[in-house]
């Protein structure tokens, strides 16, 4: 048996809560259906057909009419659980929900629900550079565009370089304790975190970025979904 099978493996944790406001329409953003199936079956296809991934908690929205009752996935396990109001309230919900043999200092994925179209490398790179790492990682893309600071009247301020900037995506990797104990200390503190990276940050840590390809985009317009569309048109 490898360490990971004697430890329970690697789990993945789901926000799925949003309710997708900048969506638009009345069905969230991870409800809709793209090619037959549900964007939050293509999302947990993604994480869970990858060897290491072995369960994932999904954080549902209170009073959630939608999810289908799953309880695995791709022949593996799904546990669900109720969200909050903001993300990191979500993530923490989902850290709770872990079984026990995800160990304190077990590696643990924070992955968007609305981000369906991860690619296996990139998941593979996450995986192998990040759990080398004594605090964890990100997946992570350079900025590639030419950034305006606005002032108030929404005319330039100023050009903003862009070297060493990067947009931080999902999966993000790290220790479940570390995570619980950064998110819980962000939200007492009054902070409101982006992403979990940004809790580990405040503790004075310093996450590893993996370089992840732009086809790992997250759904929030239209256009977004028929991107998707499209890409999984060119896959089969
Ligand atoms: O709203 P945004 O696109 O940033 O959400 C990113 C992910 O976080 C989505 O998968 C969304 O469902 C989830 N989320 C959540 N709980 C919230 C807000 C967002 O689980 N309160």
């Given at each position: 048996?490898?360490?990971?099978?004697?430890?329970?493996?690697?789990?993945?944790?789901?926000?799925?809560?949003?309710?997708?406001?900048?969506?638009?329409?009345?069905?969230?953003?991870?409800?809709?259906?793209?090619?037959?199936?549900?964007?939050?079956?293509?999302?947990?296809?993604?994480?869970?057909?990858?060897?290491?991934?072995?369960?994932?908690?999904?954080?549902?929205?209170?009073?959630?009419?939608?999810?289908?009752?799953?309880?695995?996935?791709?022949?593996?396990?799904?546990?669900?659980?109720?969200?909050?109001?903001?993300?990191?309230?979500?993530?923490?919900?989902?850290?709770?929900?872990?079984?026990?043999?995800?160990?304190?200092?077990?590696?643990?994925?924070?992955?968007?629900?609305?981000?369906?179209?991860?690619?296996?490398?990139?998941?593979?790179?996450?995986?192998?550079?990040?759990?080398?790492?004594?605090?964890?990682?990100?997946?992570?893309a350079p900025v590639r565009d030419t950034l305006k600071?606005?002032?108030?009247?929404?005319?330039?301020?100023?050009t903003e370089p862009r070297?060493?900037l990067w947009r931080?995506?999902?999966?993000?990797?790290?220790?479940?304790?570390?995570?619980?104990?950064?998110?819980?200390?962000?939200?007492?503190?009054?902070?409101?975190?982006?992403?979990?990276?940004?809790?580990?940050?405040?503790?004075?840590?310093?996450?590893?970025?993996?370089?992840?390809?732009d086809?790992?985009?997250?759904?929030?317009?239209?256009?977004?979904?028929?991107?998707?569309?499209?890409?999984?048109?060119?896959?089969?």
């Amino acid at each position: 048996m490898t360490p990971d099978q004697l430890r329970g493996g690697l789990w993945a944790v789901v926000p799925a809560a949003g309710r997708g406001a900048r969506f638009g329409g009345d069905v969230p953003k991870q409800y809709l259906e793209v090619a037959g199936e549900l964007l939050l079956a293509h999302t947990l296809r993604a994480l869970l057909a990858h060897p290491k991934v072995h369960g994932a908690v999904v954080v549902l929205a209170e009073g959630d009419v939608r999810w289908p009752g799953w309880r695995e996935f791709e022949g593996k396990p799904l546990r669900t659980c109720a969200g909050g109001d903001a993300r990191a309230d979500s993530v923490l919900a989902g850290l709770a929900a872990l079984p026990d043999s995800v160990r304190a200092d077990d590696f643990v994925l924070v992955h968007d629900a609305a981000r369906p179209n991860l690619p296996a490398a990139d998941l593979d790179q996450l995986l192998e550079r990040g759990r080398n790492d004594p605090v964890g990682a990100i997946l992570a893309a350079p900025v590639r565009d030419t950034l305006k600071r606005s002032g108030d009247d929404g005319g330039i301020d100023r050009t903003e370089p862009r070297e060493r900037l990067w947009r931080a995506l999902t999966p993000q990797l790290f220790r479940r304790l570390q995570l619980t104990r950064a998110l819980e200390s962000a939200r007492a503190a009054g902070v409101d975190v982006t992403d979990e990276s940004m809790a580990i940050e405040r503790q004075g840590q310093r996450p590893l970025l993996v370089e992840g390809s732009d086809d790992n985009f997250k759904i929030t317009t239209p256009a977004d979904l028929a991107r998707f569309e499209f890409a999984l048109s060119r896959r089969s």
